[in-house]
């Protein structure tokens, strides 16, 4: 670790208040100048993917770049598949938070060369069916697929006709559900909801009302800790039983999310992809901050800069390397 390392880390906490950042995208001030022989670190452009913890992700990282490394930090709302088109053209850094996306790999990393994988963000995803715990108490045999199409009737909605509904959030996520409805020949329609905060809407709705609904939904969440949803069990996950999506019929596998930059971010000597490459935390960790933003109401920023005030080791730690 440099020698201004415990002296830049000291003001961590005044620092971050001091922060000027538009929310939900925009330019973040540079609060500090590089440290003496420190590359300077110039622009820095994160994709923000459309859920809550994947922005908690990326205003921490954000703010250390901004506050300790002097960067110049935008954040761009993107799609997660638009958001790795920004790789060739200097458009965007980095995706601090990638589940799986195999085949987005294979394009941008090994057949065109514009991306890198930059190892595991400490994350661990988890997506299945889930349904409110009125559900699960009052039918205990609904967690498992095979008896889903028994109630099937009572899922049916104006969106899903003569069938039962299973909700989704944002059509850009990773999802199995419409093969896997036809795969395990369940009545069952797909229905998008459109996005993290109107899945959330419908499930908390259900639980308060006893509501008829199952649907589509992830770890890490801070969700959880208001409605604890009950998994549905599908067919076990076995390594190879997801590789052609059209045949579909098991659970969804454990995701280890990495981080995905641009080959020339990761090139350039910039300090923030050191910081990058240095950025790992916990579930808990995301699920604190994402709290702070959908439960407490705080701006991305502020909610970054509580975290930061309260874990120096940590932030310590991923600057040691930048």
């Excluded at 005044?14 to 950042?21: C, E």
């Excluded at 009545?187 to 996005?195: E, L």
């Amino acid at each position: 670790m440099r020698k201004q390392k415990s002296m830049r880390l000291l003001g961590i906490g005044a620092a971050a208040g001091l922060i000027l950042a538009a929310c939900g995208g925009g330019d973040i001030e540079e609060a500090d100048a590089p440290a003496a022989g420190q590359e300077d670190c110039g622009d820095f452009n994160m994709a923000i993917n459309p859920w809550v913890g994947y922005e908690a992700s990326a205003y921490v990282v954000g703010q250390i770049a901004a506050n300790e490394l002097g960067c110049t930090v935008e954040y761009k709302n993107l799609k997660e598949e638009v958001a790795w088109q920004g790789f060739g053209s200097g458009e965007v850094d980095v995706v601090i938070e990638n589940w799986g996306h195999e085949d987005l790999k294979k394009k941008y990393i090994e057949e065109q060369g514009t991306a890198v994988e930059v190892g595991p963000n400490g994350n661990v995803g988890i997506i299945g069916w889930y349904v409110p715990p009125w559900l699960a108490e009052e039918h205990p045999d609904i967690t498992s697929w095979e008896n889903l199409n028994k109630y099937a009737d009572e899922f049916q909605t104006s969106e899903s006709g003569d069938q039962g509904q299973l909700l989704d959030g944002d059509p850009s996520f990773v999802t199995n559900d419409e093969p896997l409805v036809k795969n395990l020949d369940l009545d069952f329609k797909v229905v998008y909801a459109g996005s993290e905060a109107a899945l959330i809407q419908s499930f908390r709705q259900a639980e308060a009302n006893k509501d008829w609904v199952i649907g589509y939904f992830y770890e890490p969440q801070w969700f959880f800790a208001e409605v604890p949803l009950v998994k549905v069990d599908l067919p076990p996950y076995e390594p190879g039983c997801d590789a052609d999506p059209a045949k579909i019929a098991c659970d969804y596998p454990e995701y280890i999310l990495d981080k995905i930059a641009s080959k020339e971010f990761m090139d350039s000597g910039s300090p923030a992809a050191d910081l990058v490459s240095a950025f790992q935390w916990t579930n808990d960790d995301q699920n604190v901050v994402a709290t702070y933003i959908a439960v407490d109401e705080m701006s991305q920023e502020d909610a970054a800069a509580k975290w930061i005030e309260d874990n120096p080791d940590k932030v310590e730690e991923w600057l040691a390397a930048s």
